[in-house]
């Protein structure tokens, strides 16, 4: 239990700003910089709401389970739902220059995390894990 | 997100404050498509007060835009704070979207 956090909410998009507000204050308390935090909370946000989107589809009643940890300068935070299996495919991003709405939010993901996994070992649902070591990747 | 439809100088002003997310960006989708059905040549979408933006508040911007294209309208973005100007920049969408320093310098294009 050191250094961790977690946060259980309901799938829908009005509690998106609750995830950001407590990614954010668990990043401060890990000493991380400001724009580190901002890509952090972003990238967070935007996995729940592919949770909400494609592991749920809408269901605004299911449950998200956010696990904040910090251990050796490195964050990892863990997002698990008990939906539909994520489709990698349907995630992956479109193409940058490929202007049209939609597809960005995995791009937004893997720029601020180092890794960033599926487990494959979960039987039902989602374990996605995200981390990032200090220092890590900055591509802005 | 607070969503506010105005005038400036003669031409249509979004003034947006506050959160873009999966939360309000259907709110906000709604209000831009009611704007655009009138076919305004210029729209100008001010960002002074947004703090946040995720990708579906980029992609109701990506959608309006093409709606305006589509009638040969403009769409322009005014003050917009360095974060949200970063992620235009990062999704390579500060190129395709007319992006302004001010309100006045929009409607002097």
């Known amino acids: ?140 | 997100m607070n969503c506010e439809i105005g005038d400036y100088k003669g031409n249509m002003v979004v003034s947006l404050s506050g959160e873009v997310d999966m939360h309000s960006s259907p709110v906000l989708r709604e209000k831009l498509l009611g704007v655009i059905k009138n076919k305004p040549p210029r729209l100008i979408v001010n960002f002074k007060d947004v703090s946040y933006i995720d990708s579906s508040g980029i992609a109701t911007f990506v959608e309006s835009l093409k709606h305006v294209k589509a009638y040969k309208g403009r769409m322009q973005f005014s003050e917009l704070p360095q974060s949200i100007m970063d992620i235009f920049s990062f999704s390579k969408l500060d190129k395709v979207f007319e992006i302004c320093g001010d309100l006045d310098e929009a409607v002097s294009r």
Do not use: W
């Open chain 1, 1 to 140: 239990m050191k250094n961790s956090v977690t946060l259980k909410i309901q799938s829908h998009p009005r509690y998106l700003s609750m995830i950001r507000d407590v990614t954010v204050r668990f990043c401060i308390i890990c000493g991380l910089d400001e724009e580190t935090i901002g890509k952090i909370k972003l990238a967070v946000d935007e996995a729940c709401s592919n949770v909400i989107k494609h592991a749920y589809h809408g269901d605004t009643s299911k449950e998200i389970v956010v696990k904040y940890g910090f251990r050796q300068k490195k964050i990892s935070i863990i997002i698990e739902d008990s939906g539909e299996k994520a489709d990698l495919e349907k995630i992956r991003g479109r193409d940058l220059d490929d202007v049209r709405p939609g597809g960005l939010g995995m791009h937004f993901i893997r720029r601020v995390f180092d890794l960033v996994e599926f487990d494959a070992k979960k039987v039902k649902g989602n374990r996605l894990l995200l981390i990032r070591r200090a220092g890590g990747k900055d591509e802005l």
